[in-house]
Nanobody, 122 residues
């Protein structure tokens, strides 16, 4: 059964860093575009970053551009999100999702993880 499991969330001070991992099982990760999404308390879920099947193409939301880096290790069936210079407004539950079509849109993702909480606070 296809499954995505996020890890690496936690409490970090403003300006700190975290690296999130998204481990896939039950399907071949390299065949899917992978996206990271987040949902802050009281807000709608939003896209953060996407990475193509090969890893050769990435994109980021304006709010995280220059601070977050998405990468993937297809041999390890894992995708990462390196988050630097974290701000309180980055506080959210972070989800990874897999997309067969490559569009990386929230409504079109095929598989979702259950999320990992990131809290940025002093």
């Amino acid at each position: 059964q296809p499954q995505l499991v996020e890890s690496g969330g936690g409490l970090v001070q403003p300006g700190g860093s975290l690296r999130l991992s998204c481990a896939a099982s039950g399907f071949t990760l390299k065949r899917y575009t992978i996206g990271w999404f987040r949902q802050a308390p009281g807000k709608e879920r939003e896209g953060v970053s996407c990475i193509s099947r090969s890893g050769g193409s990435t994109n980021y939301s304006d709010s995280v551009k220059g601070r977050f880096t998405i990468s993937r290790d297809n041999a390890e069936n894992t995708v990462y999100l390196q988050m630097n210079s974290l701000k309180p407004e980055d506080t959210a539950v972070y989800y990874c999702a897999a997309d067969w079509d490559g569009t990386c849109q929230d409504s079109g993702m095929d598989y979702w993880g259950k999320g990992t909480l990131v809290t940025v606070s002093s």
